[in-house]
């Protein structure tokens, strides 16, 4: 199951933060499942989370949730959007670094009708690709595509080990 579910039409007064949301396992979803909701979500890292079909870290359906300094990386999916799938959904996504997430096709971030507010994030290092079928941001509005530099993170490492804080002027 996702670690995280909003599905009753949660709005922005429905906060999660602060939160590490791991080992999720689901159809969409693996760490957040946000269905028909608009949730405030904010400082959480979304890591070593899988989905059969799309969003290993993050899935989004009909939404406009509020994302904000949010870490997701690491995650996999056996088809779209390892990192973060949008469909059909306008979420504002505002410094948020997307890497290191592997799937077939999107890894990192992929979208279908989906048409989100993107600024000072950055989405770098996802396998095969970083953006599919959907808007590529970088360079515009404080949004790059760089190595986050993170202090202790391979993926070859054992998950419990992982570090997602930056090093110094990254």
């Known amino acids: 199951a996702s670690v995280v579910t909003f599905s009753n039409a949660e709005g922005v007064d429905s906060v999660l933060q602060g939160f590490w949301l791991t080992n999720g396992f689901a159809d969409h979803g693996g760490g957040v499942h946000l269905d028909n ?3 405030t979500l904010s400082n959480l890292v979304i890591s070593n989370n899988v989905s059969l079909i799309s ?3 993050l899935y989004g359906t009909h939404s406009s949730a509020a994302l904000t300094n949010i870490t997701v990386s690491g995650n996999s999916s056996n ?3 390892a990192g973060v799938y949008l469909d059909d959904c306008s979420p504002t996504l505002t410094n948020i ?3 290191h997430n592997i799937g077939v096709i999107g890894a990192g971030y992929q979208g279908y009708a989906a048409y989100p507010i993107v600024t000072y994030s950055n989405i770098w290092g996802n396998y095969p690709t970083d953006f599919y079928d959907i808007s590529d941001y970088t360079g515009l509005w404080g949004n ?3 190595d986050p530099e993170f202090v202790g993170f391979l993926p070859t490492m054992d998950p419990t080990q992982w570090n997602f804080h930056l090093v110094p002027d990254s």
């Open 144 to 146: 790059e595509s760089v």
């Open 79 to 81: 088809a779209g959007g």
């Open 37 to 39: 909701a608009s949730p």
């Open 97 to 99: 670094i997307v890497s």
């Open 55 to 57: 969003g290993g870290g």
